[in-house]
């Protein structure tokens, strides 16, 4: 009888699983294993923004961090299979755009970029949906090596 109410529980959570995706959990070790094996995980970010509404700015969510001087970082967008938009971020130093997923001219799109620190300090990640679509996504930040 507990081999039988074993097995049924296991049959019922890999349907639970498979119904409703991923785990928070299983989406960053994914996304952190496109990240690279030279990469090691320092912060993941995870964001659901709704779509924009007419003329409305598209949605953004932004995370500040300190970054160190002489540190090269990659930082590794993952949109959810499931997601009606695609996932961009940048990386900015007040105000200065330092790095992007997005090339907005060519609407090219890169799962990851590197960036050098030349300097210790606050740093800002906003994460946006093309076109103002809504979406799903995970962020990676990875230490890469010191420079």
């Avoid at 991923?22 to 970010?45: L, N, P, R, W």
């Avoid at 949109?79 to 996932?87: E, H, K, L, M």
């Amino acid at each position: 009888m507990k081999n039988i109410k074993l097995l049924m529980t296991l049959v019922i959570s890999s349907l639970c699983s498979v119904a409703f995706g991923q785990t928070e959990a299983q989406k960053v070790e994914i996304c952190s294993g496109i990240a690279g094996k030279d990469a090691q995980y320092v912060k993941d970010f995870s964001v659901q923004e709704l779509a924009a509404e007419g003329n409305e700015k598209a949605p953004t969510a932004k995370y500040s961090m300190i970054l160190q001087k002489d540190t090269r970082y990659r930082i590794t967008i993952c949109t959810d299979d499931d997601s009606p938009g695609r996932g961009f971020v940048q990386l900015f130093d007040t105000g200065a755009l330092l790095g992007s997923s997005y090339n907005q001219t060519t609407g090219k799109e890169y799962k990851s970029f590197e960036i050098d620190i030349q300097k210790t300090g606050v740093y800002h990640i906003f994460i946006q949906f093309i076109d103002g679509k809504a979406g799903k996504a995970t962020v990676i930040l990875s230490f890469v090596k010191k420079l």
